[in-house]
DNA sequence: ATAAACGCTAAACCATGGTTTAGGGCAAGA
DNA sequence: TCTTGCCCTAAACCATGGTTTAGCGTTTAT
């Protein structure tokens, strides 16, 4: 007997909420996973690969709208693929994007935390303050 | 004269929309802005150094709860220092978790790719889609 | 055989981060 | 001076990605 998983099961299995899940299905997410006669999704090993697919899409900001593209193309079966890669390299150039973002910005954020923990920061932030606080004076003249 | 900044302005140079700007002011981030006698925002190169923060720390995804929790704490002057430094450090192990999901699941993506590249991608995608079709028939038994 | 745990749908509700619209005032150039 | 462009607020509206609730059927362990 081949091996099948509960809502409960997957939603462990992948750090999903059991509605989160339900949400998906709503979505068009998960047209491959079957029902049994009481109404109740029944998931495959093969279902999990790709719901597998679907979460790494999903943690790198992919919009459901588009990881419902992608799934179409996978129902429709092995003539998507170009369309797959298409959309997959596009996908990538996407996630490379917000890389380049975050470590931009983390590094201005530890440059931040620098002076913060310099020994002087106390002058240079009371300094910045009454830098701040001055101009509204001005400004308002 | 001390050159200030039209909303407009300010907009364009951080590459965010003029409803976007007044919307952060009206969450408190930006308390440090003054109008002029029309009612019309003014901005000093200080202020710019400050929305510049408020955009790195949106950038990594901080919340606009946590960025007005930072600004309140810049707007209480230097004696906030180590509640700064906390809310930054929590914020960096944050983005370094972003980064890290990122990588990995980036990596994924790439494997996928090379998959869908190898030169008998189709095979392998039309013995994976028998596979995915298959078990739907075994499971309504 | 029954209680507790689990599953289902549909629909309402929610948080976040905005945009859009309406109605009106101010500024700058022709 | 007047038109065009810019600014303002308040309030409505929106998209996204969910969670919660109500009402009801199923399964499982005791």
Redesign the interface.
């Known amino acids: 007997m081949?091996k099948?998983y509960t809502i409960k099961e997957v939603a462990e299995k992948f750090d999903l909420s059991v509605s989160q899940i339900r949400f998906y299905d709503k979505k068009g997410l998960l047209p491959?996973v079957?029902k049994?006669d009481s109404g109740y999704r029944?998931f495959?090993?093969?279902?999990l690969?790709?719901i597998h697919?679907i979460v790494?899409?999903k943690?790198?900001n992919m919009s459901i709208k588009d990881i419902k593209q992608y799934i179409d193309y996978?129902m429709e079966?092995?003539d998507t693929?170009e369309l797959?890669?298409k959309l997959?390299?596009k996908?990538?150039r996407a996630?490379?994007q917000?890389?380049k973002?975050?470590?931009?910005?983390?590094k201005?954020?530890?440059f931040?935390?620098d002076r913060?923990?310099s020994s002087n920061?106390?002058d240079i932030?009371?300094e910045?303050?009454a830098?701040?606080m001055n101009?509204?004076h001005?400004?308002?003249n």
């Open positions: 081949i099948t491959f079957s049994n029944i495959s090993e093969a279902d690969q790709l697919t790494c899409l943690n790198t996978v079966g092995p693929i797959r890669k997959l390299n996908h990538r996630v490379i917000q890389q973002l975050l470590a931009e910005n983390l201005e954020i530890d931040k935390l913060y923990n920061a106390y932030i009371r910045q303050f830098y701040l101009e509204k001005v400004n308002s």
